[in-house]
């Protein structure tokens, strides 16, 4: 079993950044493939991007392309999700996920475990 706990949400004027973390309880964090989902308030759960385990390939949901970067630490078991330039339609949960693919959680398939979300609130 593995467990995501993530942290750094908050509340941010729009064009603000932000840097979410979320750390892994397991020994073999390097091999699993991290992402990250959102949940707006009235909304489905929808990919925001992802990172493979080794190469460290990365996807991208369209919404956040060229905003938000994703990136991994395998020595602190550690995924981020730098964001910038926010949004107020960026509000929302954002979870974690392990998995074995980061290709296969951009078409919302393999993620084996969830974080229980730290919330982001991007004023107008």
């Known amino acids: 079993q593995v467990q995501l706990v993530e942290s750094g949400g908050g509340l941010v004027q729009a064009g603000g950044s932000l840097r979410l973390s979320c750390t892994a309880s397991t020994r073999t964090f390097s091999t699993y493939a991290m992402g990250w989902f959102r949940q707006a308030p009235g909304k489905e759960r929808e990919f925001v991007a992802a990172i493979s385990s080794i190469a460290f390939n990365t996807y991208y949901a369209d919404p956040i392309k060229g905003r938000f970067i994703i990136s991994r630490d395998n020595v602190k078991n550690t995924v981020y999700l730098q964001m910038s330039s926010l949004k107020p339609e960026d509000t929302a949960n954002y979870y974690c996920?392990?998995?074995?693919?980061?290709?296969?959680?951009?078409?919302?398939?393999?993620?084996?475990?969830w974080g229980k979300g730290t919330l982001v609130t991007v004023s107008s």
């Open positions: 996920v392990a998995g074995g693919s980061a290709q296969r959680m951009s078409n919302y398939y393999g993620m084996d475990y």
